[in-house]
């Protein structure tokens, strides 16, 4: 089975602090993507990437910014905590290419910000 | 702008009632999903349409894909409280050979013993 790790389900951060949400899969999969969902927004994308070292802003991407060193590590970086980004983050993978295989997600980290 | 459309966006119904949510998009695609979410928990992977006219069925679920509509269907057939959940359909559109995929809001399905 595919798996895609999310590090911490629960956290709780104060404002202005720098958080690291990490996610890992195990799938070789090219494509990886950070969402956040909100009650009433559905899923918004923050950043994707298709490949190493290299990323796309999605549609929410202020605020935020990633790292993706390995082919299996996506990170979302909170340069500096805001209450307004308490949310549920969910990280994502795909093949990528065509595949129509979809996304598979991560357990999710619900974020609250104080 | 490339739209997906779910309604309705809630759904409350009984034990033991069909009902239909319906997925429309604005560009032209032939790769559509469904997932299922339920309460605090993430995404699970329900259903993969490939092309025009494609059908799958799990128990009391079943999606269809029109892809000349733009439409795509789950059905549910005599509903049982466990089908519960908030259902997403997501369009598969091309990126520069990348996969990108465009979710709806969602549709909360409320089922009543």
């Known amino acids: 089975d595919v798996k895609v790790t999310q590090s911490s389900r629960y956290l709780v951060k104060r404002t202005g602090e720098k958080v690291f949400l990490e996610c890992v899969q195990d799938m070789d999969h090219e494509n990886m993507f950070w969402y956040r969902q909100d009650p009433g927004l559905g899923l918004r994308l923050i950043y994707f990437?298709?490949?190493?070292?290299?990323?796309e802003k999605g549609d929410i991407p202020e605020g935020y910014s990633v790292s993706r060193e390995k082919k299996e590590r996506f990170s979302l970086i909170l340069e500096s905590a805001s209450t307004n980004q308490t949310s549920m983050y969910l990280c994502a993978s795909s093949f990528g290419t065509g595949f129509g295989y979809g996304y598979t997600f991560g357990s999710g980290t619900r974020l609250t910000v104080v | 702008e490339l739209k997906v459309e779910q309604n309705p966006l809630f759904l409350s119904m009984q034990e033991g009632k069909n009902y239909t949510i319906y997925c429309n998009y604005s560009?032209?695609?032939?790769?559509l999903y469904w997932y299922r979410q339920d309460p605090g928990k993430s995404l699970e992977s329900l259903f993969v349409l490939l092309s025009n006219g494609a059908v799958k069925q799990e128990g009391r679920l079943m999606a269809s894909l029109d892809t000349k509509a733009r439409l795509s269907t789950l059905h549910i057939t005599a509903a049982v409280h466990d089908l519960s959940a908030t259902y997403f359909c997501a369009v598969d559109i091309d990126m520069n050979r990348d996969d990108k995929i465009i979710f709806g809001k969602g549709t909360r399905l409320h089922i009543l013993p």
């Open positions: 990437s298709y490949d190493v070292k290299m990323k």
């Open positions: 560009t032209t695609s032939d790769r």
